[in-house]
């Protein structure tokens, strides 16, 4: 069973920067996909980006392309998200996921391709 734990919400002003981190508690996430979510209040969640196993792919949803960059760590267990240039409607708890395999498949930015969810970190832009 994987364990991820999301941290370095906050709140920041528009234009600003946050990095988020997940860090699992599995031996090595080298065999996982690791992807980003978030919920905005009264709103279903959506995907953010994803990022294959080795880190040599990853794809974003069109409203944070440019502005938000997934990156990995497999030495340590860990996944970011770089947010830049933020805007309120950024507004949202953020939540890491996880599925086993290596590559971007045609269901990555579907909920129910990942098995395995962060407990969420809240991420407040204010205008």
């Known amino acids: 069973q994987v364990q991820l734990v999301e941290s370095g919400g906050g709140l920041v002003q528009a234009g600003g920067s946050l990095r988020l981190s997940c860090a699992a508690s599995?031996?090595?996430?080298?065999?996982?996909?690791m992807a980003w979510f978030r919920q905005a209040p009264g709103k279903a969640r959506e995907f953010v980006g994803a990022i294959s196993w080795s880190g040599a792919n990853t794809d974003y949803a069109d409203s944070v392309k440019g502005r938000f960059t997934i990156s990995r760590d497999n030495a340590k267990n860990t996944q970011y998200l770089q947010m830049n240039s933020l805007k309120p409607e950024d507004t949202a708890v953020y939540y890491c996921?996880?599925?086993?395999?290596?590559?971007?498949?045609?269901?990555?930015?579907?909920?129910?391709?990942?098995?395995?969810w962060g407990q969420g970190t809240q991420v407040t832009v204010s205008s």
């Open positions: 996921a996880a599925h086993q395999g290596y590559y971007l498949d045609s269901y990555y930015r579907r909920e129910t391709r990942y098995n395995y």
């Open positions: 599995e031996r090595t996430l080298s065999n996982y996909v």
